[in-house]
């Protein structure tokens, strides 16, 4: 199953700390941090988000609950962590692709689950 989504970076510009808290993992606000584009890679990773909840045909999965994390090459993954273990049981599905890519003014990524 695959899912896919893309979104302005300007969506972002706007939001305070708070509304980053509240979908964003300190881990994920903290690699976005590394960077003067911030709001490139948040984008990135609320496209991963969506393209879950699409490849899944499942709108119960709470956004902040998905957290991308990086290998050491810099490939995304999604943290394998008990709520999505869980999840990805209850649709019958064991592994998860990501991929990422973004420029100034859009984000967008795929998601393939298996
Ligand atoms: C990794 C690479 C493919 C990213 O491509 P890009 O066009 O610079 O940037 P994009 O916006 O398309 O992609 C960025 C995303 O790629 C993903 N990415 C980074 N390294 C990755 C890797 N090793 N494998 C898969 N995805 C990777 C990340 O998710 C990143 O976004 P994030 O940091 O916000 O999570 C590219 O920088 C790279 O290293 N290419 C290697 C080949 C090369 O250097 N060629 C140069 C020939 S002149």
């Known amino acids: 199953m695959i899912g896919i989504d893309i979104e302005k970076i300007s969506r972002f510009e706007n ?4 509304g980053f808290k509240r979908i ?6 903290e690699y ?6 911030k709001i490139e890679h948040l984008c990135g990773f609320y496209c991963v988000k969506e393209s879950f909840v699409k490849a899944l045909d499942d709108t119960g999965i709470h956004f ?5 994390l990086h290998n050491e090459n810099g490939k995304p993954y999604i943290n ?3 709520y999505i273990q869980s999840i990805l049981k209850e649709h019958f599905k064991s592994r998860v692709e990501i991929s990422i890519s ?3 003014d859009y ?3 795929v998601v393939l689950v298996e």
Request: one cysteine or more; a negative charge.
């Open 102 to 104: 973004h420029c100034k």
């Open 64 to 68: 902040s609950q998905i957290e991308v």
């Open 24 to 29: 964003f993992t300190e881990k994920e606000l």
């Open 15 to 18: 939001w305070t700390d708070e």
């Open 107 to 109: 984000a967008t990524a």
């Open 80 to 82: 394998n962590t008990r």
């Open 32 to 37: 976005a941090c590394e960077f003067e584009n």
